[in-house]
């Protein structure tokens, strides 16, 4: 038996195990009631531990009890409705939603891969992909079927242009020159984390900007290597039925709107440079307002309106180009297109609002029990105990990320459950919450082209089919594995570089946490 045959074997084997798990809301829903039992057996038992920063003896509180189930009844509204994803999730899409709407995004990425030189196509298309992450789940949708039409259009194999989309748009999920909507949600749930130890902290949606932006030229040369090295020269020549379909060209409405849009990025980009400048400085210092957004107290940029108001700076300039591209190409005609448009995006967010709900009271049951805390402190311990340095513990971090990322699909539901643990953990070893966010967020990348559970996986099948009717799962795993093990060990390495260096992964975010 090949290599190729037991991998696919092992993987078909995760995508069994992986369909037999209940739905993300509802293994939150068990694992809120396992946290109520573990806390009154914990109670029962006397299980303590002393705070390593305070000294203070923690036990556990017993939710299993009368003012348990009072806690519980009593708050159970608003773990929901301050649970702190929920609501910059929502507010980040609605302004997304406008864009979309108005075919902004859609014709943004088609300008991007067509007018790229020959030369350059493959490397425009896993660019674009990783780009497309700002708005969402947009690039499975458009993108990665763009990707098979534009190399079968070229004389190429298209299921070699699908797998550079599809790398982009899903292995480079932890990439991108702009923040997206993944940024303020992880954040939020980092940062619900990080108070189990520090009650003040505060995680802002740009965490992890600086390696972000590195990161993406990174994955796009590496994703093109791939593509043109390995899956160009295993596919072959294409000998399929497919008949190559006409890329649609930006029309001279849609070239108006972009234009008007153009206009419009640069007017914000200068307001959103004038908020930020610091006060008092050269030219600036007879510039009315100049700094407005900074920090009133210190002048500073770090913990400023402007990096706590990032989803809201996302909500307005997204609304703000996508009504400005709907006018310009008339793809808005009146305000009810524009209220549409926000509609639909939230329409899409059924499900998530339900698993938020159970994941709410989850994460609120953790932290109440303090069990959050024990297990990280004695974890912290044992961890210690064995002597692991931090390049050992980075790199574990990221495997045990991109293992459950295999079961698990949601981004966000793997980290609601890990972050409360793994979180609080590596800050009693000297790991920032950020920085321990950035870890998990590179395991998850890794593993999504090969994840069966990934949310848009058979839809990325029906895409292959087109080209290949024998076309199944393994197909997709056989031709995107090289990328994930590619993208594995670049990134591992970069964090490891980036450790040793000990430069900050974001604004206001630095590698290391004192108590």
Same mark, same amino acid.
Do not use: C
């Given at each position: 038996m090949n290599s190729a045959n037991i991998v696919s074997k092992i993987l078909g084997g995760i995508e069994k195990v992986g369909n037999k798990l209940p739905h993300p809301a509802t293994l939150f829903a068990m694992f809120a009631v396992l946290i109520i039992l573990l806390s009154g057996v914990a109670s029962v038992l006397n299980i303590s531990t002393v705070h390593p920063g305070t000294g203070e003896i923690v036990k556990p509180f017993n939710l299993f009890s009368n003012k348990g189930f009072h806690m519980i009844m009593e708050n159970m509204v608003t773990n929901f409705t301050s649970f702190a994803p929920l609501g910059t999730v929502l507010t980040a899409l609605l302004g997304i939603g406008i864009a979309e709407a108005s075919g902004l995004m859609s014709t943004s990425l088609r300008l991007l891969v067509i007018s790229a030189p020959k030369k350059l196509l493959t490397f425009a298309i896993v660019f674009a992909g990783i780009l497309s992450n700002t708005a969402s789940e947009v690039g499975y949708v458009v993108l990665v079927p763009l990707g098979g039409m534009i190399f079968l259009a070229v004389g190429r194999h298209p299921i070699a242009g699908i797998a550079a989309a599809f790398a982009g748009v899903s292995g480079g999920y932890s990439a991108n020159l702009l923040l997206g909507t993944i940024d303020?949600?992880?954040?939020?749930? @980092?940062?619900?984390?990080?108070? *189990?130890?520090?009650?003040?902290?505060? #995680?802002?949606?740009?965490?992890?900007?600086? $390696?972000?932006?590195?990161?993406?030229? $990174?994955?796009?040369?590496?994703?093109?290597?791939?593509?043109?090295?390995?899956? #160009?020269?295993?596919?072959?020549?294409?000998?399929?039925?497919?008949?190559?379909?006409?890329?649609?060209?930006?029309?001279?409405?849609?070239?108006?709107?972009?234009?008007?849009?153009?206009?419009?990025?640069?007017?914000?980009?200068?307001?959103? &440079?004038? @908020?930020?400048?610091?006060?008092?400085?050269? &030219?600036?210092? /007879?510039?009315?307002?100049?700094?407005?957004?900074?920090?009133?107290?210190?002048?500073?940029?770090?913990?400023?309106?402007?990096?706590?108001?990032?989803?809201?700076?996302? &909500?307005?300039v997204a609304g703000i180009l996508g009504v400005v591209y709907g006018i310009g190409a008339k793809t808005l005609k009146n305000d009810n297109d524009v209220i549409k448009g926000m509609g639909r995006s939230m329409s899409t967010l059924g499900t998530y609002i339900v698993l938020v709900f159970f994941a709410a009271q989850f994460v609120a049951y953790f932290n109440w029990t303090n069990l959050g805390l024990i297990f990280a402190i004695q974890g912290a311990d044992v961890i210690t105990s064995l002597g692991?340095?931090?390049?050992?513990?980075? *790199?574990?971090?990221?495997?045990?990320?991109? &293992?459950? /990322?295999? #079961?698990?699909? @949601?981004?966000?539901?793997?980290?609601?459950?890990?972050?409360?643990?793994?979180?609080p953990m590596f800050m009693l070893l000297g790991y920032s919450p950020e920085f321990t966010q950035l870890a998990y967020r590179v395991g998850d990348s890794v593993t999504n082209i090969i994840a069966p559970m990934m949310s848009y996986f058979a839809m990325i099948v029906a895409f292959i089919e087109k080209y290949d009717k024998k076309a199944g799962i393994g197909t997709i795993i056989a031709t995107m594995l090289p990328y994930s093990i590619v993208f594995l060990i670049t990134w591992l390495a970069m964090l490891i570089v980036w450790t040793l260096v000990g430069a900050p992964i974001g604004p206001g975010a630095p590698l290391f946490f004192e108590l």
């Open positions: 303020p949600l992880l954040a939020g749930l @980092s940062e619900e984390a990080a108070r *189990i130890i520090d009650h003040t902290y505060v #995680v802002n949606p740009a965490a992890n900007y600086y $390696f972000m932006f590195i990161s993406t030229f $990174f994955v796009a040369a590496i994703g093109t290597w791939v593509t043109e090295k390995l899956i #160009v020269p295993r596919l072959g020549e294409y000998k399929g039925d497919a008949k190559p379909e006409e890329i649609r060209e930006i029309s001279s409405l849609e070239k108006r709107g972009l234009k008007y849009t153009l206009v419009a990025g640069i007017i914000l980009v200068v307001l959103l &440079f004038w @908020s930020a400048v610091p006060i008092n400085t050269g &030219f600036w210092e /007879n510039v009315p307002m100049s700094g407005f957004l900074r920090d009133p107290e210190t002048g500073g940029l770090l913990r400023s309106p402007f990096m706590s108001g990032i989803v809201a700076i996302i &909500f307005l692991m340095g931090r390049i050992p513990l980075l *790199i574990s971090l990221v495997l045990i990320s991109a &293992f459950i /990322n295999l #079961v698990i699909g @949601s981004a966000s539901a793997k980290w609601a459950i890990m972050a409360p643990v793994f979180i």
